[in-house]
Each structure stands twice: as structure tokens, then as C-alpha cells.
């Protein structure tokens, strides 16, 4: 058994070899990583179990919560902060259960399946591991925009990206590219940054 911010983590038993694919793995108590970026600190009772899907997408919730985009992105203060995920990917459906949350006064709005050419009125655009191909391609197209780039692809703050999703010693965590953030004229909060595994 495995732990995930102190907390135990359950993976299901191997899947039976004539199976296609493997089942998403389940991370136990996996929300909180939520809430040990919404509130650091906060004690952490037993939640329900979530796909790892699910629990990116609460870190892509949490990010959206403590990132700060230019007053002049949005059309007004009540209009909604997008998120798109580039492409097919596994984490369409958790991403989709965020649509309509709020997030700093705004209604989050999800797009999914967008292609390099629709990231126009994106203000959080996620990579998945199956659009990886298309990760140069659209940080080329987003270079200097305020957009934050979320992915977990391999190497991709190095990149250029703003915030990767990693899974490592059997727990999610995450890494930021703070010259990325600049150049796209975000600012993360303290409490955020403190919980980057990349920034001591």
C-alpha cells in the first residue's frame, strides 16, 4: 500500500491479461490533494476514492483558484474562466464534472477536444498524455498569451510549459516553470508555490 500526502492510496489487482487495458488506477483518499492546496494545513478526514483522472482535475481546479490572470482577459468580471483540453484525452470526463464550479467569482467553462487552431478565449489550456505530440505545437501558439499550460507530459515545464502533473513515489504532485508563468503574466499564489515539489 502506497500513500499519497500521508494518507494510504489503494490500486486495484492487476487486470486480467486478456483485458485490452488496464483499468484507470485509483488513488484512496485522493482528495486530499485538494484540499492540501486549497488549504495547507487543513486536517484531512477519509473521502471518497477517486480515478486518477478525477484527481487531476482537482488539481486543475485548485490551480485555477490560486492563479492570477490579467483583469483585461476577460470581456468582464462576470464572465467565465475557460478551460479547453487539447484533444482526446482520458481526463475528458473529470474535466467536464468542473464545468459551471466557480473559481474567483467566475463560472469555469470547459471545452473539450480543442485543436491548436480553436485555443482563441482559453485561459487554462491542460496537455494530456495522449496529445503529447501536439504539446511543442501548442506552446508555440500560446507563446506570451496569458494562458496557463497544464500537462503531464514528460519534461514539459522544461519545455516551456507553466505547471506539470507528475506522479511520483505513488503520489501526485506538481512542477512549475515560474519564467513560463511571467511570460504568460500570471501570478501564482504563495500557498501554491510552496507546494511545488520543484521550488524549495
Same mark, same amino acid.
Given at each position: 500500500?502506497?500513500?499519497?500526502?500521508?494518507?494510504?492510496?489503494?490500486?486495484?489487482?492487476?487486470? *486480467? &491479461?486478456?483485458?485490452?487495458?488496464?483499468?484507470?488506477?485509483?488513488?484512496?483518499?485522493?482528495?486530499?490533494?485538494?484540499?492540501?492546496?486549497?488549504?495547507?494545513?487543513?486536517? @484531512?478526514?477519509?473521502?471518497?476514492?477517486?480515478?486518477?483522472? !478525477?484527481?487531476?482535475?482537482?488539481?486543475?481546479?485548485?490551480?485555477?483558484?490560486?492563479?492570477?490572470?490579467?483583469?483585461?482577459?476577460?470581456? &468582464?468580471?462576470?464572465?467565465?474562466?475557460?478551460?479547453?483540453?487539447?484533444?482526446?484525452?482520458?481526463?475528458?470526463?473529470?474535466?467536464?464534472?468542473?464545468?459551471?464550479?466557480?473559481? !474567483?467569482?467566475?463560472?469555469?467553462?470547459?471545452?473539450?477536444? *480543442? *485543436?491548436?487552431?480553436?485555443?482563441?478565449?482559453?485561459?487554462?489550456?491542460?496537455?494530456?498524455?495522449?496529445?503529447?505530440?501536439? &504539446? !511543442?505545437?501548442?506552446?508555440?501558439?500560446?507563446?506570451? !498569451?496569458? *494562458?496557463?499550460?497544464?500537462?503531464?507530459?514528460?519534461?514539459?515545464?522544461?519545455?516551456?510549459?507553466?505547471?506539470?502533473? @507528475?506522479?511520483?513515489?505513488?503520489?501526485?504532485?506538481?512542477?512549475?516553470?515560474?519564467?513560463?508563468?511571467?511570460?504568460?503574466?500570471?501570478?501564482?499564489?504563495? &500557498?501554491?508555490?510552496?507546494?511545488?515539489?520543484?521550488?524549495?
Amino acid at each position: 500500500m502506497a500513500v499519497l500526502h500521508g494518507h494510504p492510496v489503494t490500486r486495484p489487482a492487476d487486470p *486480467v &491479461s486478456a483485458r485490452p487495458a488496464p483499468p484507470a488506477r485509483r488513488l484512496g483518499t485522493a482528495l486530499a490533494l485538494a484540499l492540501a492546496i486549497a488549504w495547507p494545513g487543513a486536517p @484531512v478526514h477519509a473521502q471518497p476514492t477517486l480515478t486518477e483522472a !478525477q484527481a487531476k482535475a482537482a488539481f486543475v481546479l485548485n490551480f485555477a483558484r490560486y492563479i492570477e490572470w490579467p483583469a483585461s482577459v476577460f470581456a &468582464s468580471p462576470q464572465a467565465p474562466l475557460v478551460v479547453c483540453l487539447v484533444g482526446r484525452d482520458t481526463l475528458g470526463p473529470a474535466l467536464a464534472a468542473l464545468d459551471g464550479r466557480q473559481v !474567483q467569482g467566475r463560472a469555469m467553462k470547459v471545452r473539450l477536444r *480543442v *485543436v491548436p487552431d480553436e485555443l482563441r478565449g482559453c485561459h487554462l489550456v491542460f496537455i494530456g498524455e495522449a496529445e503529447e505530440r501536439r &504539446s !511543442q505545437t501548442v506552446l508555440r501558439a500560446l507563446a506570451g !498569451q496569458p *494562458v496557463l499550460t497544464v500537462s503531464d507530459t514528460d519534461r514539459f515545464t522544461e519545455s516551456g510549459g507553466c505547471v506539470r502533473i @507528475v506522479l511520483a513515489e505513488e503520489r501526485l504532485q506538481f512542477e512549475v516553470n515560474r519564467a513560463a508563468l511571467e511570460q504568460a503574466q500570471l501570478k501564482a499564489s504563495a &500557498s501554491l508555490l510552496r507546494l511545488a515539489r520543484n521550488i524549495p
